[in-house]
């Protein structure tokens, strides 16, 4: 005999159903390496940095990436990141969150037609006046099952967005 659910209770279960684009998410999954060049902040010092990242999966709903690095000083730096799909917004949404800043971003991010490009954007901390926020976006493209880009940039005062930083993913394999 199936019991019959109170109809709030399941239309709430329905709302919380995988979608497509929770299960975009999923091919995220897996061990990397990664390499970033950019710049902090406008004009700032060039760097390159390495490191690994391990997304898992939190159900059918979230993924979770835990980033290793090392900081600018040398030290080592982590940084945990979540990523999903809100229905009721209808965009995707997360948060992330490191060892080298004591700031929480906040994403919303728009998937591309095409289904390769997650745009996150965020307010977050600008570079110079103290207390300044500035508009942020990263653009992570899916180049194949192996391989994906993030780049980072900031909208300037200028009205135009300015590139920060690139990193290339690599899948481990084995």
Same mark, same amino acid.
């Given at each position: 005999?199936?019991?019959?659910?109170?109809?709030?209770?399941?239309?709430?279960?329905?709302?919380?159903?995988?979608?497509?684009?929770?299960?975009?998410?999923?091919?995220?999954?897996?061990? *990397?390496?990664?390499?970033?060049?950019?710049?902090? %902040? $406008?004009? !700032?010092? @060039?760097?390159?940095?390495?490191? +690994?990242?391990?997304?898992?999966?939190?159900?059918?709903? *979230?993924?979770?990436?835990?980033?290793?690095?090392? %900081? $600018?000083? !040398?030290? @080592?730096?982590?940084?945990?990141? +979540?990523?999903?799909?809100?229905?009721?917004?209808?965009?995707?949404?997360?948060?992330?969150?490191?060892?080298?800043?004591?700031?929480?971003?906040?994403?919303?991010?728009?998937?591309?037609?095409?289904?390769?490009?997650?745009?996150?954007?965020?307010?977050?901390?600008?570079?110079?006046?103290?207390?300044?926020?500035?508009?942020?976006?990263?653009?992570?493209?899916?180049?194949?099952?192996?391989?994906?880009?993030?780049?980072?940039?900031?909208?300037?005062?200028?009205?135009?967005?300015?590139?920060?930083?690139?990193?290339?993913?690599?899948?481990?394999?084995?």
């Amino acid at each position: 005999m199936t019991e019959v659910l109170d109809p709030h209770v399941e239309a709430m279960m329905d709302a919380n159903r995988p979608r497509p684009e929770h299960a975009w998410l999923q091919q995220l999954v897996g061990e *990397w390496t990664y390499e970033t060049e950019g710049a902090f %902040g $406008p004009g !700032g010092v @060039p760097f390159k940095i390495s490191g +690994t990242q391990s997304v898992r999966a939190v159900g059918d709903l *979230w993924i979770q990436a835990e980033t290793q690095t090392t %900081g $600018p000083d !040398g030290s @080592p730096a982590t940084a945990l990141m +979540t990523l999903g799909y809100d229905p009721q917004r209808g965009t995707f949404v997360g948060t992330r969150l490191s060892t080298m800043m004591a700031f929480l971003w906040l994403f919303e991010a728009e998937l591309d037609a095409k289904g390769r490009v997650l745009s996150l954007s965020a307010d977050g901390p600008g570079f110079g006046t103290a207390g300044a926020m500035a508009k942020y976006q990263d653009v992570v493209e899916i180049v194949n099952e192996d391989h994906r880009t993030m780049t980072s940039r900031m909208l300037g005062n200028d009205g135009e967005w300015h590139e920060m930083m690139v990193a290339r993913y690599w899948r481990k394999h084995g």
